[in-house]
């Protein structure tokens, strides 16, 4: 049996009992014109509406998933499945799974994560009450055009429900999420994975149910652009805090040597105080984008960078220190000579505005050179090698 499946169509389900004999109607008819051979597989999330009974009536095959979550569901569902293609939709009857064979001919060509795309800029459609103005007009191009950027991904709707990848390529992108944000991490992976991607257009119809349905959409797309957020170290941290960095510095640098005047507006003290600021605060952004990134490889959230294991192998923590120390001693010696010149009027009354320009870059300085050498300790530290060992005799 499992050497004649080709393809699977998964429907995670929880409540379904209103949508889901259409869907599983509608998947069979797929599965005709796909001219392959299929299953249909129910992965119920705890169901108590009679769903089960639903899909085993009608030949689907079921398999109980205890964890809940929308990403626990469908996992549950993708290691149960026994097609080499897995086609995964909501059961809900937005979706129409009479359209597998587009995603059939996908794979038959080669790709290995096909994307249905509901948005017109795909070619898709949606149909009149099947998408709410906030996602159609705001959620959906946002976060698609966030997906675009960040990460490459070519798929022109980022977030669409309905989609279909090979079990290797499933194993491929080592999938971490259990919540909404599985489908997110999948374009998102399967991207940074380098899997030949592709699209398809889809129709997206009203759903059937007449219940509310389960997504918030302030809620929930907040919570995907979140996701996105921290899957994207570069974007979160590393470029802000570059452009603080390189802003402060270069408007520090000024400013410590006297007033600059941009028109009628003169720029003082006050303001070497914000630009110094701006530095110490974009060094910690960069830091945290180095740190984020080694603790998400480390835990498979992230793939493997040539670039960053080969800025480890140039930039050793011995180096860093160096880095650090010089710095430090840097700001040491300008405040020493701040000292110096206080000491000369024999610890007396200065002019506030040029002690001050002393004073300031001398301190950032050293809170720069302390702030890089317990960085560059924390991230040796993130980035050691555990190896498990098994017990003796096992």
């Keep these: 049996m499992n050497g004649t499946i080709e393809l699977t169509i998964l429907m995670p389900c929880l409540n379904e009992a209103e949508t889901l004999a259409r869907c599983i109607e509608k998947a069979k008819t797929g599965l005709a014109r796909a001219g ?13 509406d009679g769903s089960q009974a639903i899909a085993e009536k009608l030949g689907a095959r079921l ?44 794979f038959q060509a080669g790709d290995e994560l096909v994307m249905g795309c509901r948005l017109p800029s795909g070619g898709g459609r949606i149909m009149p009450g099947a998408m709410p103005w906030k996602n159609r007009w705001i959620g959906n191009p946002v976060l698609t055009t966030i997906g675009r950027v960040f990460f490459k991904c070519p798929a022109h709707d980022f977030h669409s429900g309905l989609r279909g990848f090979t079990r290797t390529a499933y194993y491929k992108m080592e999938l971490q999420t259990t919540g909404m944000e599985f489908a997110s991490e999948m374009a998102i992976k399967g991207t940074l994975k380098g899997l030949k991607i592709s699209e398809v257009p889809i129709t997206l119809h009203k ?57 009628g507006v003169v720029l003082d ?16 952004l960069v830091a945290f984008a180095f740190f984020t990134k080694v603790f998400a490889i480390a835990e498979k959230l992230l793939p493997e960078d040539p670039k960053l294991n080969g800025w480890f192998k140039t930039m050793t923590l011995e180096k860093g220190l160096m880095v650090g120390l010089l710095v430090l001693l840097a700001g040491l010696i300008l405040l020493g000579h701040a000292v110096w010149i206080w000491q000369q009027t024999g610890f007396g009354q200065l002019t506030p505005t040029e002690n001050l320009r002393r004073l300031i870059p001398a301190v950032t ?22 190896v498990s060992r098994k017990p003796p005799g096992l």
């Design 36 to 48: 392959v051979p299929g299953e249909i597989l129910i992965a119920d999330n705890g169901s108590t």
């Design 63 to 106: 398999v109980a998933v205890a964890a809940k979550g929308y990403g626990n569901a469908l996992r549950g569902g993708i290691e149960a499945a026994r097609g080499e293609w897995i086609v995964m939709g909501d059961a809900d009857d937005s979706y129409d799974f009479a359209e597998v064979d587009r995603f059939v001919k996908r």
């Design 207 to 263: 759903d059937g149910r007449s219940r509310p349905p389960h997504l918030k959409p302030w809620r929930d797309g907040w919570r995907h652009l979140r996701f996105m957020l921290l899957y994207s170290p570069r974007w979160l941290f590393l470029i802000p805090g570059a452009l603080l960095l390189l802003a402060g510095t270069a408007l520090a640098s000024v400013l410590s040597f006297g007033n600059l005047k941009l028109g």
């Design 269 to 284: 003290v006050g303001a070497l105080a914000v630009a110094c600021m701006t530095v110490i605060v974009g060094f910690q």
């Design 365 to 386: 300085l050293v809170v720069l050179g302390i702030q890089n050498i317990f960085s560059s300790f924390f991230l040796s530290v993130l980035g050691l090698k555990t």
